[in-house]
């Protein structure tokens, strides 16, 4: 069976509305499928009422920016219910952080000679919370640059000229909001992180000790052999397994949805108790 449970739409920063992402689903062969937008359910509920009729089955899902000490951690909770208050109120307050720092980034181009570049990442984001690729779009748009890779490089990306740092909530913060809304909380793609495997031990522990439930083991284009190791310092911290493309765009050619790697087939995933 074809399962992903990490996915993007119009609703953050994936270019897919929610209906085109479910029919791409279909068309790969996915039968399992998480939307899990960036501090969003708005596609989650879009999607629920095509839910009793669809061929691929839905999670509902999110994905939200935390903090372990000084590190930002993504972490996914799936089959929430998305209309939890609690999570709602978590919501709220992700979108004003992002306005917030979406300000910060604005100002911070100005000073690099770049104008108008909030206002244009505003309007491309819509109704979903600002993000940094509304801004790398926005870049790519007015001229600036060739690529949205290009823009992170440049400007966007950790440690570069207009990154600004945010404040988001600490991890055991959001596991506690993700169970309330009947959720299982994941540590999303554990090597985005660039952490030396003690650093990344350190953090699986860290997560677990603020309640964490899963490890994706498998997320997007990670590169061949990371998976034996990432299954070893997942079972030492007594997590369970998810897997997940992290798609945003077809135009991703590394990742299409459901073309990550497949999990071991020893490795039981978390959705076999939840579904
Ligand atoms: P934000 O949530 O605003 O911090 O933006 C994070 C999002 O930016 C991630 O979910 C990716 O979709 C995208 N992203 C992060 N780093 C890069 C990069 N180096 N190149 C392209 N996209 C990136
Ligand atoms: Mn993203
Ligand atoms: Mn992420
Ligand atoms: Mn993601």
Not at 6 to 34: I, M, W
Not at 144 to 159: D, I, N, P, T, Y
Not at 230 to 257: E, I, M, V, Y
Request: proline fraction near 5%.
């Amino acid at each position: 069976m074809l399962v992903d449970l990490h996915t993007h739409s119009t609703a953050s920063d994936g270019v897919l509305s929610p209906p085109q992402l479910l029919e791409r689903a279909r068309a790969k062969g996915v039968a399992l499928l998480a939307l899990t937008d960036h501090d969003s359910v708005d596609g989650v509920r879009a999607l629920a009422a095509n839910a009793e009729s669809s061929p691929v089955a839905l999670v509902p899902g999110i994905e939200v920016s935390t903090a372990i000490g000084a590190q930002a951690v993504h972490v996914l909770g799936l089959w929430i219910d998305s209309q939890h208050s609690a999570l709602e109120a978590l919501i709220d307050r992700q979108r004003a952080r992002r306005e917030r720092r979406a300000e910060a980034i604005g100002l911070s181009l100005e000073k690099a000679g770049i104008s108008g570049a909030f206002h244009g990442a505003r309007a491309l984001a819509g109704d979903a919370p600002l993000s940094r690729p509304h801004f790398a779009r926005y870049l790519v748009d007015a001229g600036h640059c060739s690529s949205e890779q290009q823009a992170f490089r440049r400007w966007l990306g950790k440690g570069k000229r207009c990154d600004v740092a945010c404040e988001w909530p600490a991890a055991d913060e959001v596991v506690d909001v993700i169970h309330s809304a009947g959720g299982t909380a994941v540590l999303a793609h554990p090597l985005k992180y660039r952490l030396t495997r003690r650093r990344l031990d350190a953090l699986l522990a860290a997560f677990r000790d603020a309640g964490g439930d899963a490890l994706e083991l498998v997320s997007g284009a990670q590169p061949e052999g990371t998976v034996p190791d990432l299954l070893k310092l997942g079972q030492r911290n007594q997590l369970g397994f998810s897997t997940g493309s992290d798609f945003h765009n077809p135009a991703h050619t590394w990742c299409d949805l459901g073309g990550q790697q497949a999990l071991p087939p020893a490795v039981r995933g978390i959705w076999e108790s939840r579904c």
